[in-house]
């Protein structure tokens, strides 16, 4: 299965099972349709997808401070982005 792929299988489950927040998973599935527009985000999607089973809507707040928050992953998704934009302007 392919990074884009294994992305929107993830940010589905993340949704159905971790509360992942739609505008999130609105973003992260935007990622997955267009993969074109991606092709140097190999290594920043995979760390994404490595996060979305982590997802905790409560992420880092708990005593031993285990899971992915909104912040880590908007964090995340902005470095594709980066990535993306940074294509376009060369």
């Given at each position: 299965?392919?990074?884009?792929?294994?992305l929107?299988?993830?940010t589905?489950?993340?949704?159905?099972?971790?509360?992942?927040?739609?505008?999130?998973a609105?973003?992260?599935?935007?990622?997955?349709?267009?993969?074109?527009?991606?092709?140097?985000?190999?290594?920043?999607?995979?760390?994404?997808?490595?996060?979305?089973?982590?997802?905790?809507?409560?992420g880092?707040?708990?005593y031993?401070?285990?899971?992915?928050?909104?912040?880590?992953?908007?964090?995340?998704?902005?470095?594709?982005?980066?990535?993306?934009?940074?294509?376009?302007?060369?």
């Open positions: 299965m392919d990074i884009f792929a294994q929107r299988k993830e589905i489950l993340a949704g159905q099972e971790n509360e992942l927040p739609d505008f999130l609105e973003q992260l599935l935007s990622i997955a349709d267009n993969p074109q527009f991606y092709p140097d985000s190999y290594e920043d999607i995979l760390k994404v997808v490595d996060m979305l089973p982590l997802y905790d809507t409560y880092q707040t708990g031993i401070g285990m899971g992915v928050s909104n912040l880590i992953l908007e964090a995340a998704i902005r470095r594709v982005e980066i990535k993306k934009s940074l294509k376009k302007t060369t």
